[in-house]
C-alpha cells in the first residue's frame, strides 16, 4: 500500500524559507515521478516541481529560482525547499507519487506566508 505524508508547513513571513518533506512508503522515490503540487485559496491546484523517473527535473516558472525539489533515495523521502517565499506561495502543498499505471498523492500540508 502507497503511502505519502507530507510535514514542514507552517506560517512564514516573506522572504523567509521553509522545507516540505514527503515521507513515502510502498513506493521507492528514486525510481518513480515525484512532484510538488499546490492549491492556492479560491484558485485551481498547479504544479510546482517535479522530479521524472530518470532524475531530470523541473518547476513552475513562479517558483524557479526560489524553490529546488531533491530526493533522498535513503530515506525514501522527497523534499521542497522554498526560499524567498512570497505572499501568493500561500496554500495546501501536496505531493504527489506517479507510476506507469497509477498516481498517488498526500493528503497535503499548509503553507500560510505573511506579510
Known amino acids: 500500500q502507497v503511502q505519502l505524508v507530507e510535514s514542514g508547513g507552517g506560517l512564514v513571513q516573506a522572504g523567509g524559507s521553509l522545507i516540505l518533506s514527503c515521507a513515502a512508503s510502498?513506493?521507492?522515490?528514486?525510481?518513480?515521478?515525484m512532484s510538488w503540487h499546490r492549491r492556492a485559496p479560491g484558485k485551481q491546484r498547479e504544479l510546482v516541481a517535479h522530479?521524472?523517473?530518470?532524475?531530470?527535473?523541473n518547476s513552475a516558472d513562479s517558483v524557479k529560482g526560489r524553490f529546488t525539489i531533491s530526493r533522498d533515495s535513503a530515506k525514501n523521502t522527497v523534499f521542497l525547499q522554498m526560499n524567498s517565499l512570497k505572499l501568493e506561495d500561500t496554500g495546501v502543498y501536496y505531493c504527489?507519487?506517479?507510476?506507469?499505471?497509477?498516481?498517488?498523492w498526500g493528503q497535503g500540508t499548509q503553507v500560510t506566508v505573511t506579510s
Open positions: 504527489e507519487a506517479i507510476t506507469p499505471s497509477h498516481s498517488y
Open positions: 510502498g513506493i521507492a522515490v528514486g525510481m518513480n515521478g
Open positions: 522530479f521524472n523517473a530518470d532524475g531530470s527535473r
